[in-house]
C-alpha cells in the first residue's frame, strides 16, 4: 500500500477528523461559555463522532500498512476568532464537503485501488457527515434566527436539568421549577 494514494487519504482523513473533532470541541466550549448548555452538548455529541471517525482512520492505517514514522500530505486550515454563529455554519460547510466531495472521492480512488474495506468505510463516513450537516444546518439557520426555543406551534419543551415539561410557543427564561434558564432547555432536532 505504501505509494497508494489511499494510503495518503487514510492519513488525511485522520488529520481532517481529528481537527473536526477539536473545532468542535472548542465551539462547544463557547457554547457552554454563553449559556447555550444542550446547544453544546449536540456538539459535544458531534465531536466525539469525528474523534471516533480519526479513531478508526488511524486504525486502519496501521492494519493496512503497518508502522509509518512520517506520512506527509498538504493542507490547509482557516484560523479566525469565531462566534458561535461563525462556528456552526464553519461546521455545516466542512460537513457537506466532506459528505458532497472528499470521502465520496476517497472512496473512488479506494475501490480502484483495490481497498474495498477502505472504500466501505469511506462511504459509511460519508454518510455519518451528511446527517452532521444537516444537524449544523438545524442548529446554524435557528441560532442565527433566534429561534432555536422558539416554534410557530405549541411545543413541549423539557427542562435538561429538572424535567419540567410544557407546551408553549416559545420555552420558559427561566424554569418556573428549578430556575435554570432557557439555554438548558432540550432542543428540537428534527
Ligand atoms: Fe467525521
Ligand atoms: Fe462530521
Same mark, same amino acid.
Given at each position: 500500500?505504501?505509494?497508494?494514494?489511499?494510503?495518503? !487519504?487514510?492519513?488525511?482523513?485522520? =488529520?481532517?477528523?481529528?481537527?473536526?473533532? /477539536?473545532? %468542535?470541541?472548542?465551539?462547544?466550549?463557547?457554547?457552554?461559555?454563553?449559556?447555550?448548555?444542550?446547544?453544546? !452538548?449536540?456538539?459535544?455529541?458531534?465531536?466525539?463522532?469525528?474523534?471516533?471517525?480519526?479513531?478508526? %482512520?488511524?486504525?486502519?492505517?496501521?492494519?493496512?500498512?503497518?508502522?509509518?514514522?512520517?506520512?506527509?500530505?498538504?493542507?490547509? %486550515?482557516?484560523?479566525?476568532?469565531?462566534?458561535?454563529?461563525?462556528?456552526?455554519?464553519? =461546521?455545516?460547510?466542512?460537513?457537506?464537503?466532506?459528505?458532497?466531495?472528499?470521502?465520496?472521492?476517497?472512496?473512488?480512488?479506494?475501490?480502484?485501488?483495490? %481497498?474495498?474495506?477502505?472504500?466501505?468505510?469511506?462511504?459509511?463516513?460519508?454518510?455519518?457527515?451528511?446527517?452532521?450537516?444537516?444537524?449544523?444546518?438545524?442548529?446554524?439557520? !435557528?441560532?442565527?434566527?433566534?429561534?432555536?426555543?422558539?416554534?410557530?406551534?405549541?411545543?413541549?419543551?423539557?427542562?435538561?436539568?429538572?424535567?419540567?415539561?410544557?407546551? /408553549?410557543?416559545?420555552?420558559? !427564561?427561566?424554569?418556573?421549577?428549578?430556575?435554570?434558564?432557557?439555554?438548558?432547555?432540550? /432542543?428540537?432536532?428534527?
Amino acid at each position: 500500500m505504501e505509494n497508494s494514494e489511499t494510503l495518503t !487519504n487514510l492519513a488525511r482523513a485522520f =488529520a481532517g477528523e481529528s481537527q473536526a473533532g /477539536l473545532r %468542535y470541541q472548542i465551539i462547544a466550549q463557547l457554547c457552554t461559555q454563553q449559556g447555550y448548555d444542550t446547544l453544546a !452538548n449536540e456538539i459535544k455529541t458531534i465531536a466525539k463522532n469525528e474523534v471516533n471517525h480519526a479513531k478508526t %482512520y488511524y486504525d486502519l492505517l496501521t492494519k493496512e500498512n503497518g508502522t509509518a514514522r512520517n506520512i506527509e500530505i498538504c493542507a490547509g %486550515y482557516p484560523f479566525e476568532k469565531i462566534t458561535i454563529e461563525d462556528g456552526l455554519k464553519f =461546521a455545516m460547510t466542512a460537513e457537506h464537503e466532506e459528505a458532497e466531495r472528499i470521502y465520496p472521492e476517497f472512496a473512488k480512488i479506494a475501490e480502484k485501488e483495490g %481497498y474495498k474495506e477502505i472504500a466501505k468505510k469511506f462511504e459509511l463516513t460519508a454518510k455519518v457527515e451528511r446527517k452532521h450537516e444537516l444537524t449544523f444546518k438545524f442548529l446554524y439557520e !435557528n441560532f442565527k434566527n433566534g429561534t432555536l426555543f422558539r416554534n410557530e406551534k405549541p411545543t413541549f419543551w423539557v427542562c435538561s436539568q429538572c424535567g419540567h415539561t410544557e407546551a /408553549l410557543k416559545e420555552a420558559w !427564561n427561566i424554569c418556573p421549577l428549578c430556575g435554570s434558564s432557557q439555554g438548558f432547555v432540550q /432542543l428540537k432536532l428534527n
